[in-house]
């Protein structure tokens, strides 16, 4: 039997000061189509930053 498509995808945040840090995450593409935007800590740059998701 053929699997349904699945609904959450794995994703990477990515730091918007330094482009080196990033988290991994999953998110539903079904219900949030746009971009993901955090604010997450940076342990290179020892304070929180906006991360953004990078395809």
């Given at each position: 039997?053929?699997?349904?498509?699945?609904a959450r995808e794995i994703i990477r945040i990515v730091c918007t000061e330094?482009?080196?840090s990033y988290y991994t995450t999953t998110k539903?593409?079904?219900?949030?189509?746009d971009?993901?935007?955090l604010?997450?800590?940076?342990p290179?740059?020892?304070k929180h930053?906006?991360?953004r998701e990078k395809k």
């Open positions: 039997m053929a699997k349904k498509a699945e330094d482009g080196k539903n593409k079904r219900n949030t189509t971009r993901l935007e604010m997450k800590y940076n290179n740059l020892r930053t906006l991360h």
